[in-house]
């Protein structure tokens, strides 16, 4: 049975939190990824894919509201309209990106990885092993193990 550590990329590019969002851009796009791991030291903070930047270029959604007796309730969360706000505001990546990220083992198994994957709706994955980066799996390392099989 195949694995992260089967499949991998282990020369990851990485981005830090203080990364400016046009340079993070440009490492995305100059290396053909759709996403990146943020390290603080070793350790991932969080990542930054390509849909955290389209965000930015997005309409500003006004959240919708309800009367009942003469008073005016939000029916999304204040926190939600926050978050997005920050999002399209973000001038760095730890204002960008997705914090606590979800993770991968190298002995988790391929078919754990596509079931997060298409779960999740997340496209690239760290591998991490003792708190620290050791690869990434992406959407391509596993369509590439379909070409193999």
């Known amino acids: ?73 939000p029916i999304s969360s204040h926190e939600d309209l926050e978050r997005e706000m920050s999002k399209m505001s973000a001038v760095t990546v730890a204002e960008a990106m997705t914090h606590d990220p979800t993770v991968i083992s190298p002995e988790t198994s391929l078919e754990d990885i596509a079931t997060v994957m298409a779960n999740q709706k997340l496209f690239t994955l760290p591998v991490v092993e003792n708190e620290a980066l050791v690869g990434v799996v992406g959407k391509e390392d596993v369509l590439k193990t379909l070409l193999k099989a």
Do not use: W
């Open 1 to 73: 049975m195949l694995t992260a550590q089967d499949i991998m990329t282990t020369d990851c590019i990485t981005l830090t939190p203080d990364t400016d969002i046009t340079t993070a851009a440009q490492t995305l796009l100059t290396h053909k990824i759709n996403g990146a791991p943020v390290l603080e030291e070793e350790t991932v903070v969080g990542i930054l894919c390509q849909a955290d930047l389209v965000v930015q270029q997005k309409k500003i959604t006004m959240p919708s509201f309800f009367t009942l007796l003469d008073g005016v309730f």
